[in-house]
């Protein structure tokens, strides 16, 4: 089990360093290709667009400006790949071979070039500080619910990784595909807790059983994971601070499991996931 195609976003903000890091230490890891996905806004053609829907044409000098300011984004986004790359003692640059990692040209818009490129790639990785940006929150629900890509949030250090990981397992559909993800990097995990919070458990709509989560990760050659039921009002909350309490490196975990307006309206288990800036790196999936 491995990783072989690793997707990370790159917007030129605070977010990249976390990302770039992240998926370099997992394409070493893993003799992996890490591709860098630049998703800063593409203002030169915003600002076109909005002139002809208004009946007006910008200025050149003004184009040219907004051009220039892209160039000196992607520029940013190579120069923290290459320093990324650097340190993992990865190859950078595009070509045969891995481990590798390299800059996508930004020629799409980024919902689009996500969606494209993410098709053929085992995993998304985005920064947990990278949320803060919109247009990253918006492309972290898209992987999710319309690729439909498993992606790692990002927090702390990568060789956490490689430490105790957390399952959160209630048998739903999408915590089965998150396990499903998670194989290569649970495979690599020093120790597996799985974490049940019994007051968020629906016995009628999933299968709940350990036994058979189990029985899984044996067959791939895991091994099993110990069983740890919590409670709490707040099932995401209490689930993380089972996880941290077990120092675990890793959550891996279903994303909006429930309705998107049952969650916004009354809160879930995935916003309370996204919403510590600490703990463990998530592996969500839907």
């Avoid at 800063?40 to 000098?61: I, K, N």
């Avoid at 390299?102 to 020629?107: N, Q, T």
């Avoid at 969606?115 to 919109?134: C, E, N, P, Y």
Wanted: glycine fraction near 10%.
């Amino acid at each position: 089990m491995s990783l072989k195609r690793i997707l990370a976003l790159a917007s030129g903000g605070a977010g990249d360093p976390a990302a770039l890091a992240f998926a370099a230490w997992l394409a070493g890891q893993h003799d992996a290709v890490a591709d860098i996905v630049p998703v800063y806004p593409d203002s030169a053609v915003d600002m076109v667009t909005l002139g002809l829907a208004l009946g007006a044409t910008l200025p050149r000098d003004a184009v040219e400006e907004l051009a220039e300011a892209e160039r000196t984004m992607q520029a940013r986004v190579e120069t923290a790949a290459q320093q990324a790359a650097k340190a993992a003692d990865l190859v950078f640059g595009a070509g045969q071979g891995a481990p590798r990692m390299s800059v996508l040209s930004r020629g799409l818009r980024p919902a689009l070039a996500l969606s494209r490129h993410s098709a053929l790639a085992d995993l998304v990785v985005i920064a947990q500080a990278g949320l803060q940006d919109a247009l990253i929150e918006d492309l972290l629900n898209q992987s999710l619910l319309a690729d439909r890509a498993p992606v790692l949030i990002a927090r702390g250090d990568p060789d956490g990784l490689a430490g105790p990981a957390a399952i959160a397992w209630d048998g739903s559909p999408q915590a089965g595909r998150a396990v499903r993800a998670a194989l290569p990097l649970l495979a690599m995990a020093s120790a597996i807790h799985v974490l049940q919070c019994v007051t968020g458990l629906d016995q009628r709509a999933a299968d709940p059983d350990i036994d058979l989560l189990n029985a899984y990760l044996k067959l791939h050659g895991v091994g099993a994971g110990v069983a740890m039921l919590v409670e709490g009002e707040d099932e995401g909350a209490a689930l993380m601070a089972a996880a941290e309490g077990k120092q675990a490196g890793l959550l891996v975990a279903g994303a909006w499991g429930h309705s998107r307006l049952r969650e916004t309206v009354f809160g879930g288990a995935t916003r309370s996931f996204l919403r510590g800036k600490d703990g463990p790196s998530l592996l969500l999936a839907h």
